[in-house]
C-alpha cells in the first residue's frame, strides 16, 4: 500500500529501519540531520554502511524519503538566510543521494514583508542553484503545499505550479499535504469534494507530478490557515477523505506526521490499511 510514517532516527540514522520493521512499513520518511542546526556533519561511511545494511535486512521498504530541514527558507530576501538555506537544502539533496533516497520533501518558504511574486522568483532562483550544485544526483526536490500561515508559500496550487514552470526541471515534483491543503481551503472530505479539489491540482500542476504525500487530519477548519496536524479519521477532515486518498494514490508513498509522543502510529497504520482495502 506505500503507507509509512516519519521515523525516528536517535541514535542513528540506520535505527528507523526498527521502527519501520515494528509497523511493517514499505515506506517511511526520515530527517537525514539535526533539523535545529544549520550545521551536519558529513554522513560518514561507517553511517552508510549500516543503513545500507539494514536497508537489505528490509526489501520489503520500497522508497524512503526525506523532509529539509524547517530552518531552510529559499523565499527569503535576506542574503545571509537565502544563502543558508542553499547550502543547507544543496547539503539535504547530497545526503539523500548518498542514502539512495527517492526525494527530499521541501517547504518553499515564507515571503516575510516582501511580495509573493517576488518571492517565487527567488525560491525558482534557489531550486535552480542547488540542482546545479547537485547535477548527477536523480534525488528530486518535493515542493510541498502549505497551510499559508503568516507570509507562507505555496498554499495556492498556482504557487507550486508558478514555482516550476519558472525552474523548468524535471528533478522538482510535489509532496501532497492532506492537512496543508484542507486548512488552505481545498475540501477533501466527500466524494464530490475530493474529486473537485483532485480536478483542480490536475488542471494547475498535475497529479503526475504528485511524488510523495503526507497523510494528516486537522485539527482546524477548512480555510482556517492552521497548521496543526491530528490523527487520522480524528480531526475536520474525517475518515471518507483518506479512503479515497489510499484508494486514488495506491501507488505513490504516504506518510503521516502526527504526534509520536501520543503513541498513536500503529493505530493510524493499521486504519489507513483498513481504508485502504
Known amino acids: 500500500m506505500l503507507v509509512g510514517v516519519h521515523c525516528s532516527v536517535s541514535g542513528g540514522l540506520h535505527n528507523a529501519f526498527t521502527e519501520a520493521a515494528a509497523l511493517g512499513l514499505d515506506t517511511f520518511q526520515v530527517f537525514t540531520r539535526n ?79 516582501h511580495s509573493p511574486e517576488d518571492a517565487m522568483k527567488r525560491i525558482a532562483e534557489a531550486l535552480k542553484h542547488v540542482l546545479a550544485e547537485t547535477n548527477g544526483s536523480k534525488v528530486k526536490i518535493l515542493l510541498e503545499n502549505t497551510a499559508g500561515q503568516g507570509s507562507h508559500i505555496g498554499y495556492k496550487f498556482e504557487h507550486l505550479r508558478n514555482i516550476m514552470d519558472m525552474v523548468q526541471d524535471d528533478r522538482i515534483g510535489t509532496c501532497f499535504d492532506t492537512c496543508h491543503a484542507f486548512a488552505s481551503g481545498y475540501d477533501i472530505r466527500t466524494q464530490q469534494s475530493f474529486d473537485n479539489t483532485m480536478h483542480e491540482f490536475d ?75
Open 203 to 277: 488542471n494547475v500542476i498535475g497529479l503526475k507530478h504528485i511524488n510523495a504525500i503526507h497523510l494528516n487530519d486537522s485539527k482546524g477548519d477548512l480555510g482556517s490557515r492552521l497548521d496543526r496536524h491530528d490523527h487520522i479519521g480524528q480531526g475536520k477532515i474525517g475518515k471518507e477523505a483518506f479512503s479515497l486518498m489510499m484508494h486514488k494514490f495506491a501507488h505513490i508513498p504516504k506518510v503521516i506526521e502526527t504526534d509520536e509522543a501520543d503513541n498513536m502510529n500503529a493505530v493510524n497504520i493499521g486504519l489507513l490499511r483498513e481504508l485502504g482495502k
Open 35 to 113: 533539523q535545529r542546526q544549520w550545521k551536519a556533519k558529513p554522513i560518514s561511511d561507517e553511517e552508510k554502511k549500516a543503513w545500507d545494511e539494514e536497508w537489505k535486512k528490509h526489501p520489503e521498504v520500497k522508497t524512503i524519503f526525506s523532509h529539509s530541514s524547517y530552518l531552510i527558507n529559499i523565499a527569503s530576501a535576506d542574503p545571509d538566510l537565502q544563502q543558508k538555506s542553499r547550502q543547507g537544502l544543496t547539503d539535504e539533496v547530497m545526503r539523500c543521494h548518498a542514502l539512495g533516497l527517492s526525494f527530499a520533501v521541501l517547504h518553499p518558504g515564507a515571503a516575510g514583508e
